[in-house]
């Protein structure tokens, strides 16, 4: 296919195509025009204004490669160059550009809006290596249409697991291992909220008592001092890991997920518990564990038998 067979290819779609010399639109104003199957010759390369929700997600690492099929919603269109397979992914979404770099390098970029271009096939690009649909995708096909949210966040995903992969953690391996996995200590807190780990909670501060509370007054006041925080935790289900762990029911949360299919809150689908019960689960500890870490509950062996608690703890 020619330069301009393609680019009546694109139009046909509404798409509006633009021709390139060394990847970049050489006509003055291209932003603001319209080109025709006659303004492209064979010598030129073929671009894609990224108008209409159109968008490319250009995964310009090789760790961002790796990590896209686990990390990005699926899309039948996507294309690259021989030493760079299925390097951009395309979308209709409301979602806005984002580029994430390090000292310079950029690792992944979602590209869309006026202006911006993506080289498509059957470009040549610089290295002379020519831009070619991936194997087998389907004639007529349309790009996936996402959320303008959910692609932004699977693209700040594949920003952070590339990172934490340049620090020598395993992630393809993790991600690959457990559904959804909980945050491997030492990992970054951001960077497990954005690859959608759940993070432990952390205890928020320690309650000095005189006299040890009783175990329900620790319950109380432990969910009185951290329900109104939890909203904004973005925390995901414990049983399923969907993102639907936010409703509040008479004092406790519970998971509306579609994700989980077992018995739930009054037939409903899935987990339910205050928050105590949801930051001790998290934990990987015990309700009355994670009181004691948290300064709300003391160990009575601590405050009646300190020498033996002394021996018994190992100090």
Known sequence: MTPAEAAAHYLRRGWSPVPLREKRPFAVGWPSRLFAEADFSDADGVGLHLLDGLCDVDLDSPEALVLAPRL??????RFG???SRASHWLYLSDAEMTRYQVEGDCLVELRTGRGKQTMAPPSRHPSGEYVRWEPRTPLGAW???VDGSALVL???RIAAGVVLMRQGWDIPRTLASVA???VVEGVPEVAARWLGWVAAPRPVRRVAVA???TYAEAVRQYNREHSREFPSRRVRCPMCGGSGFAAARRGGWACFSSRHTGPGLEGRDCWTGDVLDIDAHAAGVGVAE???ECGYLEDRLERFAPDVYDEWAGR
């Open 72 to 77: 990005l919603p699926p899309t039948p269109l």
């Open 81 to 83: 160059r021989a030493s």
């Open 143 to 145: 790009p996936a249409r």
């Open 154 to 156: 699977a693209v700040a």
């Open 180 to 182: 959804s996995p909980v």
């Open 211 to 213: 006299v040890s509370p």
């Open 290 to 292: 994670w009181l004691r």
